[in-house]
T-cell receptor, first 114, second 112 residues
Framework: IAGITQAPTSQILAAGRRMTLRCTQD?????MYWYRQDLGLGLRLIHY???????GKGEVPDGYSVSRANTDDFPLTLASAVPSQTSVYFC?????????????FGPGTRLTVL | GESVGLHLPTLSVQEGDNSIINCAYS??????FIWYKQESGKGPQFIID?????DKRQGQRVTVLLNKTVKHLSLQIAATQPGDSAVYFC???????????FGKGTLLTVNP
């Protein structure tokens, strides 16, 4: 059982390019989340999905989009990357959203936009 | 807006000592609090949680204390070990959205 995986591990990207960060979980969790982590700012929620077919905006959604076509996958897309999107990105999943459930985090993707 | 913050950005302790990491929160509607541990190069890992109707919860070597009067949360680690060296985040869930709001983190360094 892999849990939750992310790809790529790291990426250097030219500004203006499109990039999709992949996230897959095999725990059949309903809820999935994308966070970015920046030094001094902690983890901030970008987008979330309570269940397959639904998505919602978090604290810092601008410049990012997500889709949730199935339970397992929750890709994050940067349509036109900018240097301020340089960050470490974490995907997380949880069993549900009716009440609090522990979130399990992936290993992260380190993205550098030049 | 509401926020979760930490009193100290760094904490250095000797191996075997007890560690206390503090966190202040401002959202009085928060009803669930969680401590996460993040080792270098890894994602956050759940340590322990506590609901707002409790003031103390114990795990293995860890204890979380919640003081709702002053909106303060602390994580106590007993007999701190080198493997405890990491960044520790408190996080809260408030209201009906069940989404986490993280604090900025405290770096714990355990000296042998």
């Amino acid at each position: 059982i892999a849990g939750i995986t992310q790809a790529p591990t790291s990426q250097i990207l030219a500004a203006g390019r499109r990039m999709t960060l992949r996230c897959t979980q095999d725990m059949r969790h309903n809820a999935m989340y994308w966070y970015r982590q920046d030094l001094g700012l902690g983890l901030r929620l970008i987008h979330y999905s309570n269940t397959a077919g639904t998505t919602g905006k978090g604290e810092v959604p601008d410049g990012y989009s997500v889709s949730r076509a199935n339970t397992d996958d929750f890709p994050l897309t940067l349509a036109s990357a900018v240097p301020s999107q340089t960050s470490v990105y974490f995907c997380a999943s949880a069993t549900g959203t009716v009440s609090y459930n522990e979130q399990f985090f992936g290993p992260g993707t380190r993205l550098t936009v030049l | 807006g509401e926020s979760v913050g930490l009193h100290l950005p760094t904490l250095s302790v000797q191996e075997g000592d007890n560690s206390i990491i503090n966190c202040a929160y401002s959202n009085s509607a928060s009803d669930y609090f969680i401590w996460y541990k993040q080792e270098s190069g890894k994602g956050p890992q759940f340590i322990i949680d506590i609901r707002s109707n409790m003031d103390k919860r114990q795990g293995q070597r860890v204890t979380v204390l919640l003081n709702k009067t002053v909106k303060h949360l602390s994580l106590q680690i007993a007999a701190t070990q080198p493997g405890d060296s990491a960044v520790y985040f408190c996080a809260e869930i408030g209201g009906s959205n069940y989404k986490l709001t993280f604090g900025k983190g405290t770096l714990l360094t355990v000296n042998p």
